[in-house]
């Protein structure tokens, strides 16, 4: 798909159901997700990538507010599916591609972070930050889709650099990082 829908736009956290319900109908096995992200760690820097592990929901948002059934209880352990995860670290390796791996925190958004929330959120255990994603995994997880997310870091987290953090910043890097990324999607999307 062709980009997302953003929380922050609509207030709606399930605003991505409609369109991962289709591709599961369609017959999509698996859901491959890619992000902009700032980095809490000093050794990944903009225009890196980095495969997510695992996420820290910020929010306290679901997009399965209001879902019914069972299945809404979801089990959240391996959300990010560790066979697709060795096929994306493979297609890396692969094509001398340095992939680094954290955990990524989910803020609303859209103002970015203060530099306290990203003190804390590190505390937490964040690699990345971002306000995106988390729905979407939930969301594919709730419908039975394995996923695999990669996080393109476009800046230094709020506090960590004397660069202004903007979204200029974040469109200037993500552009930077997209040959990569496209190098790194097409080996992994080789497999399947
Ligand atoms: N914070 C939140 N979202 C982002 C950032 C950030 O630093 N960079 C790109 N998207």
Same mark, same amino acid.
Not at 41 to 46: I, K, Q, V
Not at 57 to 65: A, D, K, V
């Given at each position: 798909m062709q980009g997302r829908a953003h929380y922050y736009e609509h207030g709606k956290a399930n605003i991505m159901a409609v369109a991962i319900e289709v591709l599961n109908a369609i017959g999509c096995k698996s859901l491959v997700l890619t992000n902009a992200a700032g980095s809490t760690? *000093? *050794? =990944? !820097? !903009?225009g890196s990538v980095m495969l997510i592990t695992d996420h820290i929901? #910020?929010? +306290?948002? =679901? !997009?399965?507010?209001g879902a019914d059934g069972n299945e809404r209880f979801v089990n959240m352990v391996n959300a990010y599916d560790p066979k697709l995860s060795n096929d994306m670290r493979e297609a890396a390796k692969a094509n001398n591609i340095t992939l680094h791996e954290g955990v990524y925190a989910w803020f609303s958004g859209p103002q970015f972070e203060t530099p306290a929330e990203i003190r804390a959120v590190t505390i937490l255990g964040a690699d990345a930050v971002g306000m995106s994603t988390v729905p979407e995994v939930i969301l594919a997880r709730h419908q039975g889709m394995p996923v695999c997310a990669l996080s393109v870091i476009t800046n230094y987290a709020a +506090? #960590? =650099? *004397?660069t202004d953090i903007s979204h200029e910043q974040t469109i200037a890097y993500a552009s930077k990082a997209a040959d990569t990324v496209e190098k790194l999607l097409n080996s992994y999307l080789k497999n399947y």
């Open positions: 760690l *000093e *050794e =990944s !820097p !903009p929901n #910020m929010t +306290g948002i =679901s !997009p399965l507010f +506090g #960590m =650099s *004397e």
